[in-house]
């Protein structure tokens, strides 16, 4: 039977990754502490990264040529262990180009999380890719 303590868990990591949305869409850089920990180890098709200033780099370099993405984070599996944590999540992101076109790009994050003092915080995160469109022109 699930108990109290890790329904809050579930709720709490949930939120977490909900959170990892809004850092990347509305460039919440300065809120990094609130997500990771010092010592985050991030792989993707862009590069890997380590610690919270190479994480930011890597964000950046893979977002700033767009002018807004919204990503959608849906279908999490979470799994919790004391005080760590693994989340799988699908990730649906729209990357909104300066030229009136857009992507749209799919990807599997795995997150690994750890349970700090001032709460959950991922100390890992594997992004890996499924597809991405072509631009697509934008109606709107």
Request: aromatic share 6%; net charge negative.
């Amino acid at each position: 039977m699930t108990d109290l303590r890790e329904l809050i868990d579930r709720s709490e990591l949930a939120e977490l990754v909900a959170r990892h949305s809004l850092w990347i869409d509305e460039l919440r850089y300065d809120e990094s502490e609130q997500l990771f920990t010092d010592d985050i180890a991030v792989t993707s098709l862009r590069g890997e990264a380590t610690g919270v200033e190479a994480l930011v780099q890597l964000a950046r370099k893979g977002h700033d040529t767009y002018v807004g993405t919204l990503h959608n984070k849906s279908n999490l599996m979470i799994a919790i262990d004391g005080d760590t944590a693994t989340v799988r999540a699908n990730d649906i992101a729209v990357l909104v180009r300066h030229d009136m076109t857009e992507e749209i790009a799919a990807a599997i994050h795995y997150y690994r999380a750890r349970r700090t003092s001032e709460g959950w915080r991922f100390d890992r995160l594997e992004i890996v890719p499924q597809s991405l469109t072509a631009p697509l022109e934008r109606a709107i």
